[in-house]
């Protein structure tokens, strides 16, 4: 997903090429419920479009790989404990790899679900959010202040004048 030009609208970036995307950050939104049947296939979209971000980023030179994935559960209205099974293990998967999930909102249902199940404790619940907005906006914040960014004197050819190392 990316931020419409002008807006605070993040649409699939398959349907709007031109909508923003933040080097460092991967959004995906899960489009459906959350079940035994495709949980997995949920996973796999994580990780396949974190691939994608992290080899556009490697082909731009840019210094820095995919630091966040923020997975928006607007759609999902159900999650079975298999689709809870596979989320945490993406974040146990993602924490080694130094990728650290945000979620954004969930319905009431599902955050309940998230939280008798640990998940949300897990993840940790500054990294749950009710909105897309939100999350990114947090997610930079954290990339600004990370020590291992720095501004540049000379930005060109550098997103937003930083380099992560």
Same mark, same amino acid.
């Given at each position: 997903?990316?931020?419409?030009p002008g807006?605070?609208? +993040? ?7 031109? *909508?923003? $995307?933040?080097? %460092?950050?991967?959004?995906?939104r !899960? ?15 994580v990780?396949? +479009? ?7 980023? *490697?082909? $731009?030179?840019? %210094?820095?790989?995919?630091?966040? !994935? ?15 099974h596979v ?6 998967t ?12 969930p319905? !009431?249902?599902?955050t ?9 404790d ?5 990294h ?10 947090w997610c930079?914040?954290?990339m600004?202040?990370?020590p ?16 992560c190392?």
């Amino acid at each position: 997903m990316g931020r419409l030009p002008g807006t605070s609208l +993040y649409r699939n970036i398959k349907q709007y090429p031109n *909508a923003e $995307r933040y080097d %460092g950050l991967v959004i995906v939104r !899960i489009d459906a419920p959350l079940y035994f049947a495709n949980a997995q296939n949920a996973r796999d979209k994580v990780r396949k +479009y974190k691939r994608v971000a992290d080899e556009e980023l *490697a082909r $731009r030179h840019t %210094g820095t790989k995919v630091r966040y !994935i923020i997975i928006d559960l607007s759609p999902v209205s159900h999650m079975d404990t298999t689709a809870l099974h596979v989320l945490q293990d993406m974040h146990q998967t993602q924490t080694k790899l130094g990728v650290q999930l945000c979620f954004c909102n969930p319905n !009431i249902t599902i955050t309940l679900r998230l939280l008798k199940s640990g998940l949300l404790d897990l993840v940790g619940r500054d990294h749950f959010f009710s909105d897309v907005i939100d999350a990114v906006q947090w997610c930079l914040n954290e990339m600004d202040n990370s020590p291992s960014c720095r501004r540049l004197e000379n930005t060109e050819g550098f997103p937003n004048g930083e380099v992560c190392v």
